[in-house]
């Protein structure tokens, strides 16, 4: 922004961030506003948008709103994802995420789902008066975790995999520019990853050139064992397949943070499934997390105000 002209905020992050963006040195005016029944309107005097897809965006309108954007030149999304945004959004001004943010988070939660099914304590745990019996417990060394996308989550999982003796496999968008991480082998496809992963991390964005990326064929011709641990987005996967695929054994295991529907409707026989642990697309928390979103977004704010260059701008054509 240039002409000292004072900053406008609507922030719908919370108190904790507007607070913050109101002690800044530019001495913005913000309006605290953290449930908004239309998130897309502000006022026409407002130069900035901090915001979520909580916010309400699922209810936005196909096509932008007459008027947009208003007064508007920057939004910031405290959000990793930006499915949940409408596509106007990111075509029309600015439109910054708060990617890589959670990624250390979200691969311990990796880990410990490779882990948990590996190593299975629950179910070898002793309880008073149960028998005292011997049990060979499985090991992650030696094993090939796969993972789609290899972003900022994917390289924090293969990070934390490597040093446990695992085999990462890694497929990507586009072409390796430099040479992997040690210890990290490029995979040519989706194909050559079911084929050879017994655990399969889904850390890629849903656009409409991922949905379904598992469908009913490619879950039928993984190879017998797999665990699959989602922690995307649940359009990635078809969900009947899914169930089919771990009825019949060729899936071992299912670790869901997130689903499609998300939740799934009551009576859905995922929930019920015995190789299957869902949990409530909680795997990017950690006591941590709102502070390091909060400091991401105020840095951003910085570098807006003086003009640097914006990091994790979405790319409308790519869809994050």
């Known amino acids: 922004m240039t002409g000292g002209q004072r900053p406008v905020v609507v922030c719908h992050a919370g108190?904790?961030?507007a607070r913050r963006l109101a002690g800044h040195?530019?001495?913005?005016?913000?309006?605290?506003?953290?449930?908004?029944?239309?998130?897309?309107?502000?006022?026409?005097?407002?130069?900035?948008l901090i915001t979520q897809p909580a916010a309400g965006w699922g209810r936005a309108p196909v096509a932008p709103p007459p008027g947009w954007p208003y007064g508007l030149t920057w939004v910031h999304t405290m959000s990793v994802g930006v499915d949940a945004m409408p596509g106007w959004l990111a075509s029309t001004l600015p439109l910054t995420c708060s990617r890589g943010v959670t990624a250390g988070a979200i691969a311990e939660y990796v880990m410990a789902a490779v882990l948990g099914f590996d190593k299975s304590l629950h179910r070898v745990a002793v309880r008073d008066g149960d028998p005292w019996r011997h049990h060979t417990l499985d090991s992650v060394a030696g094993k090939t975790l796969g993972i789609v996308g290899f972003g900022a989550?994917?390289?924090?999982?293969?990070?934390?995999?490597?040093?446990?003796?695992m085999r990462v496999m890694a497929l990507r968008r586009g072409a390796w520019a430099e040479p992997p991480p040690a210890g990290v082998v490029p995979a040519v496809s989706i194909e050559d990853l079911l084929d050879k992963a017994d655990h399969l991390v889904l850390a890629l964005p849903h656009t409409p050139a991922s949905?379904?990326?598992?469908?009913?064929?490619?879950?039928?011709?993984?190879?017998?064992?797999?665990?699959?641990?989602?922690?995307?987005?649940?359009?990635?996967?078809?969900?009947?397949?899914?169930?089919?695929?771990?009825?019949?054994?060729?899936?071992?295991?299912?670790?869901?943070?997130?689903?499609?529907?998300?939740?799934?409707?009551?009576?859905?026989?995922?929930?019920q499934h015995e190789r299957v642990l869902i949990t409530p697309h909680i795997s990017w928390t950690s006591p941590a997390v709102e502070e390091s979103m909060a400091t991401f977004a105020l840095d951003a704010y910085d570098r807006f105000l003086s003009g640097a260059p914006l990091r994790n701008r979405v790319e409308p054509a790519r869809g994050y």
């Open 15 to 17: 108190t904790a961030i």
């Open 25 to 48: 040195p530019s001495r913005p005016r913000v309006i605290d506003d953290p449930t908004p029944g239309e998130p897309w309107v502000v006022p026409e005097n407002a130069t900035i």
């Open 211 to 271: 949905h379904g990326l598992l469908d009913r064929a490619r879950l039928m011709g993984a190879k017998p064992g797999l665990h699959l641990i989602n922690i995307a987005r649940g359009g990635l996967i078809d969900h009947d397949a899914l169930a089919d695929a771990l009825d019949q054994g060729i899936l071992a295991g299912a670790t869901l943070d997130t689903t499609d529907p998300e939740p799934l409707p009551a009576g859905h026989r995922l929930y």
């Open 153 to 165: 989550i994917g390289q924090a999982v293969a990070g934390r995999a490597v040093p446990f003796g």
